[in-house]
């Protein structure tokens, strides 16, 4: 059951790849947030460390774009 855990973390991860290259950033951003939240959930079960670690600095980096774009005023979608 926990493998199905990762497997949603990757396929939300994905989704965001795929919302950022179609210009639908705020769908881009959440759907990677959730991802990795997911992904650092399934680290924690499986001890993964370095890649909860990794979830954890790309949530921060997400975070700070979504900040970045918001004050600029160019978050679409």
Do not use: C, P
């Amino acid at each position: 059951m926990i493998e199905v855990l990762g497997w949603i973390g990757t396929l939300l991860v994905l989704i965001g790849y795929w919302a950022n290259s179609n210009s639908q950033h705020r769908l881009a951003m959440t759907t990677w947030i959730v991802g990795d939240i997911i992904w650092i959930t399934y680290d924690i079960f499986i001890e993964n460390w370095s890649h909860m670690v990794l979830s954890s600095v790309i949530i921060g980096i997400n975070i700070y774009g979504i900040y970045k774009i918001i004050t600029n005023g160019r978050l679409s979608r």
